[in-house]
């Protein structure tokens, strides 16, 4: 981190555990967005598993660890942005940047908010986290809520890989998720009434439980917009087709 305070127009684009990315910022041909993107959704995915480990183990500092990355998904979410709105000025840079139609420029700003919003539910759970690490969470709350970060990692991978070509059905699978998410936090909100007594701790996990669950939603949205694209992508290969039926 200090380092990069010292190296001008560089920034973090993805931490891991042994590993850090660096990259400059300055020139946009250097840049894909749907590798930022996908840089995006592997902060929150961290951010969301350092969560559950804190609650886990009891460790205070691996929440708080959880909480700084969403600088990082700050970071990216505004270079995306800022590629977004250059090829809108300019759009020779749209395939720069790897869209195939100025089109998607608008989907994408979308689904840059979607993802960057997901980093900040995520933030909220650490935070509740690492006030919740000093004594032990229940094994069965704990198990559920790592059953809801499963179910959302696997759902925004899974709309952000066919962002691309577009699935009309991944939007209804992305609401099953969010509907079976909805489904673990209400067994588990019952399973926190009976065995935390302490009314600061009831609220901090039901607080956590609820950034989590909620955060899948996000989800949703995504998949909406590549189910857009899909239907896009129909009605140019229709449009193709009746004209070369006519010609």
């Known amino acids: 981190y200090n380092a990069e305070s010292q190296l001008i127009g560089t920034g973090i684009v993805e931490e891991g555990s042994e590993t850090v990315v660096l990259r400059c910022s300055i020139n946009n041909d250097g840049f894909s967005v749907n ?29 708080e660890r959880a909480m700084k ?59 509740y986290a690492a006030a919740l690490a000093d004594q032990p969470v229940d094994d069965e709350i704990v198990e559920g809520l790592e059953e809801v970060v499963e179910l959302t990692d696997e759902t925004c991978q899974q709309v952000l890989e066919s962002l691309d070509e577009g699935d009309v059905e ?16 209400r067994d588990l909100t019952e399973r926190v009434f009976e065995v935390e007594e302490e009314p600061e701790r009831l609220t901090a996990l039901n607080q956590l439980l609820s950034a989590l669950v909620e955060s899948s939603k996000e989800a949703i949205d995504v998949a909406e917009v590549g189910a857009n694209r899909a239907l896009e992508g129909s009605s140019e290969r229709f449009a193709v087709e009746r004209n070369n039926d006519t010609a």
């Open 35 to 63: 590798e930022l993107l996908s840089r995006l959704d592997s902060t929150g995915k961290t951010m969301r598993s350092e969560t559950v480990e804190a609650l886990e183990d009891g460790d205070a500092s691996v929440a």
């Open 69 to 127: 990355r969403e600088r990082q998904a700050n970071k990216v979410f505004v270079l995306i942005l800022r590629l977004v709105l250059t090829a809108q000025q300019n759009p020779m840079l749209v395939e720069r940047i790897g869209l195939d139609s100025p089109l998607h420029l608008v989907g994408t700003r979308a689904v840059a908010k979607n993802f960057e919003r997901l980093a900040d539910y995520a933030e909220d759970a650490a935070g």
């Open 170 to 185: 991944a939007a209804a699978e992305a609401r099953d998720t969010f509907r079976h998410a909805k489904e673990i936090e």
